[in-house]
């Protein structure tokens, strides 16, 4: 069963992962901090670089199964153009109403 983004309980996240939905770039942008990170199967990446190949360029898309962590921690079938669809889990850190940030990795 999948979670409407709309009934995701931290609105950072819930803003972050509409963002990613719709594909919108500037929206994502301003749902995180400045300076804010992000990591990948456990290894720091360069957020931009990362965000633009594994989301915006290739059109990537979450589906939320599970909620854990008050709306911090989520699992996900997220798919891309690049990468097809796969289960991932999704750990957020929001300090001031924005991510800043961000771990995602094969569930």
């Not at 009934?7 to 901090?33: G, H, I, M, S």
């Not at 909620?67 to 990468?83: M, P, Q, S, Y």
């Amino acid at each position: 069963m999948t979670i409407p983004v709309e009934k995701l309980t931290d609105p950072a996240v819930r803003a972050f992962v509409a963002a990613v939905n719709a594909n919108d770039e500037e929206a994502f942008r301003a749902a995180l901090a400045p300076g804010a990170t992000m990591s990948d199967d456990g290894s720091d990446r360069d957020l931009d670089e990362w965000t633009e190949k594994e989301i915006f360029s290739s059109r990537g898309h979450m589906e939320i199964e599970s909620v854990k962590d008050d709306g911090h921690v989520l699992v996900a079938r997220f798919r891309n153009d690049t990468w097809g669809e796969m289960r991932t889990r999704w750990r957020f850190v929001v300090e001031g109403g924005k991510v800043v940030r961000f771990e995602t990795g094969q569930a």
